[in-house]
């Protein structure tokens, strides 16, 4: 069998366009936009620069900013009282953070944080609302974002509670390489253990696994996919269920 260690992820969208600045946009809401609406957007956004573990809000926050996620990856995370926090779901390049404010609510429920440097367009809460209300497609593809962070919110709650850590790794690596469009996830394991909900020796042994089986590398701060497909074998069928449902909603929505 061939190495895929050079093969990009499937999804990984590519640039069509420009801002109104020179910034290549890679968010798949923003390229979905008819030229009506894009060109009433773009002029609001502003582009920003994210470096690894910049906090984009606090569980509790009054969120005064929507995020458009251009390259990087962020994580979504459920706090608890006394500090420990659980991801509940990864958002790259193909959504969007500050769903609240779509809705109609101001304050977080969640914290959204940089996992690796990431690039993003920033748009104001109240200039968002304004754009909504002449922007239909716009509005329907936030709101259908919604429905896919919902439904992978859910997934990765069950998958948490039944899956065996290794396998739970095995399908976070290929969620995080679909939206970084790369086979090199650069992570730690410590950090891997809170996006995993589970101790930093769980998920030593469970790395171990994998890449006994050559499935995946690692050298400090850096996990790599060497065999993509039999990774994907290896993983929970959480990864297959959440990207068979997304595609057929894409089909549904379009």
């Known amino acids: 069998m061939a190495n895929k260690s050079h093969e990009s992820p499937k999804s990984f969208p590519k640039p069509t366009t420009l801002d ?5 946009i890679h968010n ?3 390229l979905g936009l008819p030229p009506e609406e894009s060109g009433l957007l773009f002029s609001k956004l502003e582009f920003v620069r994210l470096k690894t573990h910049h906090v ?10 929507a995020y458009f996620c251009n390259s990087g990856l962020v994580s979504i995370l459920s706090v608890f009282p006394d500090g420990k926090s659980v991801e ?9 953070i500050g769903m609240p404010l779509v809705a109609g609510f101001r304050t977080a429920s969640t914290r959204a944080i940089a996992q690796i440097e990431a690039t993003a367009f920033r748009v104001n809460g109240d200039t968002l ?3 909504l209300r ?17 439904m992978q919110t859910t ?4 998958c948490n509670r039944l899956h065996e850590v290794d396998e739970r790794l095995a399908r976070w690596l290929l969620m995080s390489a679909d939206r970084i469009g790369s086979n090199s996830v650069p992570l730690t394991q410590e950090f891997l253990a809170q996006m995993l909900g589970t101790r930093r020796s769980s998920v030593t042994v469970a790395a171990g696994i994998l890449q006994r089986a050559g499935l995946i590398t690692q050298t400090r701060g850096e996990v790599a996919i060497v065999d993509r497909e039999k990774l994907e074998e290896a993983a929970c069928e959480c990864y297959g269920i959440m990207r068979w449902q997304v595609e057929r909603w894409h089909g549904e929505g379009n």
């Open 155 to 158: 997934q990765i709650a069950a």
């Open 88 to 96: 509940v779901g990864l958002v790259g390049s193909e959504g969007f």
């Open 129 to 131: 609302l304004e754009a």
């Open 28 to 30: 798949q809401i923003l």
């Open 134 to 150: 002449q922007c239909p497609t716009l509005e329907r593809r936030l709101q259908q974002f919604a429905q896919i962070m919902a």
């Open 56 to 65: 984009l809000h606090e569980s509790g926050d009054t969120l005064k900013s």
């Open 20 to 24: 109104d600045d020179g910034n290549q």
